[in-house]
């Protein structure tokens, strides 16, 4: 998939929804006047009658797609995902509650759509998705893990919500070669003094980090967690048990995303200390998602301060 | 106990069940139906026994007439989701009628344990849609439906029982546009048009507007029917199911029906002992 690359995560989300419809016959897809923004309708051009635009719907789009699981196809329902958010309660009251596959698609997430603002930023849609019971939750990083988390999740048995970007592409699982895989989390660079552990685009940013702290002195691993849910509790241990400090890093608010969810597991299985980086704000229009991360302070510079924080005070 | 209701009915019924035309079988059936219902309210006071039975001749008619079925896998059933799932104890009545459940478990709705919770849940396989409860999203479930079957070149049909005051809910509208948009033929909104929802009637809470107009403007032929009398019901799905065209049915109904101390108000509640007196006083054998 080395063409990937070269492709923004909504180019290779339009991509993989076109290959997973070649696959399998029984992949249709759901949006909600995003069509063309999501490239989503990549699909509908391929494959025009298994593609359903609702209009600016989303909650309608949620209970459509549980129909069409319900009459034995595999939907992905695809729209900014600030907007999928509004139906959070469709989301738990049909396809949770009935335990049936409609994969959702969230673009523009986090600070991707960095023009809209506030209004399009959404930065707390992975404590959202995370709070429902049997939801698969996945940020990939890039384009490759992007299109990975659409056709893995094409003969998917639960309800799974993708987190994917816009324009910015940060191609480093790309680069890395690394083996996406639903479910699992995965270490890009070992080291024993401190852990930094990314989801989304901050995997980017976290290796970044680990290379300052190297020069620093400070042997950092760093490990990237695609999917938040289920969360790869026994990497999440063994990495514990490995650096005895972790620092945890998303474009998402830091309440109820990753360092969450491993703040929720080490707590009650292994406690280290821990630094939890994210977001604590509704967003601001700007002139490209970098410039947001740097103002947010989501910054390799930042991640590699943390970490080297935490090394210092830790073990004292 | 047993002296209000003799289960034998059940057996007979169950045989007649599935392909009832004759009218008078389907005024018993829901008279039955309508019994079963009040022994339920003398079991639990925590069922909506008053949308229960506003709700009840149109679920006997689409159960009775075999447009809806309790137990069918086949890929050419046709699909019933309540999207007022509060009223699903005319369901389960129906059921215990047809025999998929027991006197005795109608007996337990609502209890910890029982699979006849007081909105329906997965337990009940034979529900197609056994997860409404959250009022305004069984329409978008069946236009989902309905695209799919008709996607498949299927001849099933989807009927979706909506209520009035559910039509607040904005995703209602989202929904009825999507179908006219994709003019699907093979889905069937059926209003439970009662004039009351919780916190009073339709008109005091908020206004429905003229709803025949507002479908019809969205594009839909609107059938009007007294939703209590099973001969209209009967006909106008008839005329429904003959017609590949966009169609909607308002069926007028009363909240209650049947049961004076509460027809025509927001009350779903009555008391046991006035419960168990109705289930005694009404008889189905005209």
Same mark, same amino acid.
């Given at each position: 998939?080395?063409?990937?690359?070269?492709?923004?995560?909504?180019?290779?989300?339009?991509?993989?929804?076109?290959?997973?419809?070649?696959?399998?016959?029984?992949?249709?897809?759901?949006?909600?006047?995003?069509?063309?923004?999501?490239?989503?309708?990549?699909?509908?051009?391929?494959?025009?009658?298994?593609?359903?635009?609702? &209009?600016? +719907?989303? $909650?309608?789009?949620?209970?459509? /797609?549980?129909?069409?699981? *319900?009459? %034995?196809?595999?939907?992905? =329902?695809?729209?900014?995902?600030?907007?999928?958010?509004?139906?959070?309660?469709?989301?738990?009251?049909?396809?949770?509650?009935?335990?049936?596959?409609?994969?959702?698609?969230?673009?523009?997430?986090?600070?991707?759509?960095?023009?809209? &603002?506030? +209004?399009? $930023?959404?930065?707390?849609?992975? /404590?959202?998705?995370?709070? *429902?019971? %049997?939801?698969?939750?996945? =940020?990939?990083?890039?384009?490759?893990?992007?299109?990975?988390?659409?056709?893995?999740?094409?003969?998917?048995?639960?309800?799974?919500?993708?987190?994917?970007?816009?324009?910015?592409?940060?191609?480093?699982?790309?680069?890395?070669?690394?083996?996406?895989?639903?479910?699992?989390?995965?270490?890009?660079?070992?080291?024993?003094?401190?852990?930094?552990?990314?989801?989304?685009?901050?995997?980017?940013?976290?290796?970044?980090?680990?290379?300052?702290?190297?020069?620093?002195?400070?042997?950092?691993?760093?490990?990237?967690?695609?999917?938040?849910?289920?969360?790869?509790?026994?990497?999440?241990?063994?990495?514990?048990?490995?650096?005895?400090?972790?620092?945890?890093?998303?474009?998402?608010?830091?309440?109820?995303?990753?360092?969450?969810?491993?703040?929720?597991?080490?707590?009650?299985?292994?406690?280290?200390?821990?630094?939890?980086?994210?977001?604590?704000?509704?967003?601001?229009?700007?002139?490209?998602?970098?410039?947001?991360?740097?103002?947010?302070?989501?910054?390799?510079?930042?991640?590699?301060?943390?970490?080297?924080?935490?090394?210092?005070?830790?073990?004292? | 106990?047993?002296?209000?209701?003799?289960?034998?009915?059940?057996?007979?019924?169950?045989?007649?069940?599935?392909?009832?035309?004759?009218?008078?079988?389907?005024?018993?059936?829901?008279?039955?139906?309508?019994?079963?219902?009040?022994?339920?309210?003398?079991?639990?006071?925590?069922?909506?026994?008053?949308?229960?039975?506003?709700?009840?001749?149109?679920?006997?008619?689409?159960?009775?007439?075999?447009?809806?079925?309790?137990?069918?896998?086949?890929?050419?059933?046709?699909?019933?989701?309540?999207?007022?799932?509060?009223?699903?104890?005319?369901?389960?009545?129906?059921?215990?009628?047809?025999?998929?459940?027991?006197?005795?478990?109608?007996?337990?709705?609502?209890?910890?344990?029982?699979?006849?919770?007081?909105?329906?849940?997965?337990?009940?396989?034979?529900?197609?849609?056994?997860?409404?409860?959250?009022?305004?999203?069984?329409?978008?479930?069946?236009?989902?439906?309905?695209?799919?079957?008709?996607?498949?070149?299927?001849?099933?049909?989807?009927?979706?029982?909506?209520?009035?005051?559910?039509?607040?809910?904005?995703?209602?509208?989202?929904?009825?546009?999507?179908?006219?948009?994709?003019?699907?033929?093979?889905?069937?909104?059926?209003?439970?048009?009662?004039?009351?929802?919780?916190?009073?009637?339709?008109?005091?809470?908020?206004?429905?507007?003229?709803?025949?107009?507002?479908?019809?403007?969205?594009?839909?032929?609107?059938?009007?029917?007294?939703?209590?009398?099973?001969?209209?019901?009967?006909?106008?799905?008839?005329?429904?199911?003959?017609?590949?065209?966009?169609?909607?049915?308002?069926?007028?109904?009363?909240?209650?029906?049947?049961?004076?101390?509460?027809?025509?108000?927001?009350?779903?509640?009555?008391?046991?002992?006035?419960?168990?007196?109705?289930?005694?006083?009404?008889?189905?054998?005209?």
């Amino acid at each position: 998939m080395s063409e990937l690359v070269a492709l923004s995560p909504r180019e290779a989300l339009g991509r993989a929804l076109v290959d997973a419809g070649e696959a399998d016959r029984d992949v249709v897809v759901v949006t909600a006047d995003v069509g063309d923004a999501t490239r989503a309708r990549y699909f509908g051009e391929r494959f025009p009658d298994r593609y359903f635009n609702v &209009g600016i +719907s989303e $909650q309608n789009m949620v209970g459509v /797609a549980t129909g069409l699981a *319900l009459a %034995g196809y595999k939907p992905y =329902a695809v729209a900014f995902s600030m907007f999928l958010m509004r139906a959070w309660e469709q989301i738990r009251n049909s396809p949770c509650r009935l335990g049936i596959p409609v994969r959702l698609v969230g673009t523009h997430s986090g600070f991707s759509d960095a023009y809209d &603002g506030a +209004s399009h $930023q959404s930065l707390e849609d992975l /404590a959202l998705m995370r709070v *429902l019971p %049997g939801m698969v939750v996945i =940020a990939p990083s890039d384009s490759c893990e992007t299109y990975e988390a659409v056709l893995q999740t094409v003969d998917s048995r639960a309800p799974v919500y993708i987190r994917v970007g816009r324009e910015l592409h940060l191609p480093t699982s790309c680069t890395l070669g690394m083996k996406f895989e639903v479910g699992k989390g995965y270490v890009v660079r070992d080291g024993g003094d401190v852990a930094i552990i990314s989801t989304g685009i901050m995997l980017h940013f976290a290796l970044e980090a680990g290379r300052i702290l190297e020069e620093r002195g400070i042997d950092a691993l760093v490990a990237h967690f695609p999917t938040v849910q289920p969360l790869d509790t026994v990497l999440v241990e063994r990495i514990a048990r490995r650096t005895g400090a972790i620092v945890t890093v998303e474009e998402h608010s830091v309440r109820g995303g990753l360092g969450s969810a491993i703040a929720e597991t080490l707590s009650q299985a292994y406690p280290v200390p821990m630094a939890i980086m994210g977001t604590k704000t509704l967003g601001k229009s700007a002139k490209s998602p970098m410039e947001l991360l740097e103002y947010y302070g989501l910054t390799a510079e930042n991640i590699a301060h943390r970490a080297e924080e935490l090394v210092k005070t830790a073990r004292r | 106990m047993s002296g209000h209701w003799d289960p034998g009915d059940m057996y007979i019924l169950s045989r007649i069940m599935w392909a009832v035309r004759n009218t008078g079988e389907l005024r018993r059936l829901a008279c039955r139906a309508r019994r079963l219902v009040l022994l339920m309210a003398a079991y639990d006071p925590g069922i909506h026994l008053g949308s229960s039975l506003s709700v009840l001749e149109i679920l006997t008619v689409l159960y009775g007439t075999g447009r809806a079925k309790f137990l069918d896998g086949s890929s050419t059933k046709n699909w019933l989701i309540l999207s007022k799932g509060h009223a699903v104890h005319a369901i389960y009545a129906l059921a215990a009628i047809s025999g998929i459940v027991s006197i005795d478990e109608l007996r337990e709705t609502g209890s910890l344990g029982s699979m006849l919770q007081n909105h329906p849940e997965l337990g009940v396989n034979w529900i197609d849609v056994a997860t409404s409860g959250s009022l305004g999203q069984g329409i978008s479930i069946g236009v989902g439906i309905a695209l799919g079957l008709k996607r498949r070149g299927s001849n099933g049909r989807v009927y979706v029982v909506v209520g009035d005051g559910e039509l607040d809910e904005g995703q209602t509208y989202e929904a009825l546009a999507t179908a006219a948009h994709y003019r699907l033929g093979n889905f069937v909104p059926i209003i439970d048009y009662n004039r009351v929802q919780l916190d009073g009637h339709v008109d005091a809470v908020r206004s429905k507007g003229d709803l025949q107009r507002i479908l019809s403007g969205m594009g839909y032929t609107v059938h009007t029917v007294d939703g209590h009398n099973v001969e209209q019901l009967a006909e106008v799905l008839d005329e429904v199911d003959s017609s590949d065209a966009l169609n909607a049915i308002i069926a007028y109904t009363r909240r209650g029906k049947g049961v004076p101390q509460i027809e025509d108000t927001p009350i779903q509640r009555i008391p046991r002992d006035l419960a168990l007196q109705l289930v005694s006083q009404v008889t189905c054998d005209e």
